[in-house]
C-alpha cells in the first residue's frame, strides 16, 4: 500500500533510465489503487456538482461515488467471468471471439470480431448473451437455463453453459451490490445518481442496455452511462504533463473514504439479492 505520492529517480527501477523521472501516485486502499486515483482525474467527478459514479469492471470491480463533496470508494471480488475467463468458451475480445449478441425476429444473432466462425465469446457478448436469453425466456430470474440440455446456444459450436450462467451472476451481483452499499455510505438512494462513467476496455465495449438488463447496473441508471475508455491511462497522462496534478493525486487519495464492503452488515444479504437476475 503506498499512501505518499512522490516524483523518484526512474534508475531505481530501470537503470537504463537515468534522465527520466518516476511519479509514484498514491493509493486509496489496498485494493483500490493508484489508478482509480488516476481515472478520477480523468473524468473530473469530484469537481461536478452532480452525483456522480465511476465504476472499474474487472476480476476486481472498483467503484467510486461522489456526492457534495463527499466521495466514498469500494473494492468487490467479482472474478474474471466478464473478461471472459473460467466460461466454458470464454476468450479475450480478440478476433474469432463473439463481442455482441442481440434478437432478431426472436433469434439469437451474434457478432464475430474479425468476422468468420466464432471461436469463443469475450465480456461484452457474454452480457449481451444472458440479456438475450432473459428476454426469450430461456432463463429464469434465479439464472436457471430452462432448455431441456441446460445450454444456451449461440452458434454452432459456441454456446453459454448453467456454470456459465453462474459465474455471471456472481460477477454481477458483486457488482451491483457494491454499488448499493456505496449508495448507503454516502445516504443517497441510486436514483440520485445523476452520471455515471464506465471506466476500461470492458465498460467501453459492453452494452449499457444489457448490463441493466442482467442487473450488473441497475436499469434506473441507463440513461445516465457514459463509457469513458481507458480512464487511468488518461489520468496518467494528466500526471506526466503537469507536475501540479501529483499533488491533485495525494489530495483525492486522502479524501476519498473508503468502504470496507466485507463489515458492512447488509453487504451479504445485499449480494445475495443481486444474483438474480
Known sequence: LLREAKEVSAASYLPECKNARLLIVPDISG????DTVAAVMASGMDRRAQTTLL?????????????RGRMAACSTAAGPAL???GIRFGMPGRTGAIDHVWLEKGELKCSVIGGGAA?????SGIVDAVAAALELGL?????KILREDGII????TVYLTQADVRQVQLAKGAIAAG???LAEHLGIALADIDRVYLAGAFGTYMDPASACRIGLLQPALLDKITALGNAAGSGAQLLAADRAALEYAQALANTVEFVELAA???????????MEF
Open 153 to 156: 446456444p449461440l452458434t454452432e
Open 119 to 123: 471461436v469463443g465469446i469475450c465480456g
Open 139 to 143: 432463463l429464469n430470474k434465479r439464472g
Open 264 to 274: 458492512m452488515p447488509r453487504f451479504s444479504r445485499c449480494f445475495a439479492k443481486n
Open 31 to 34: 485494493f483500490v489503487g493508484a
Open 83 to 85: 473478461e471472459g475467463a
Open 179 to 181: 454499488i448499493e452499499q
Open 55 to 67: 465504476v472499474d469492471i474487472g476480476t476486481n470491480g472498483e467503484m467510486v461515488l461522489a456526492n
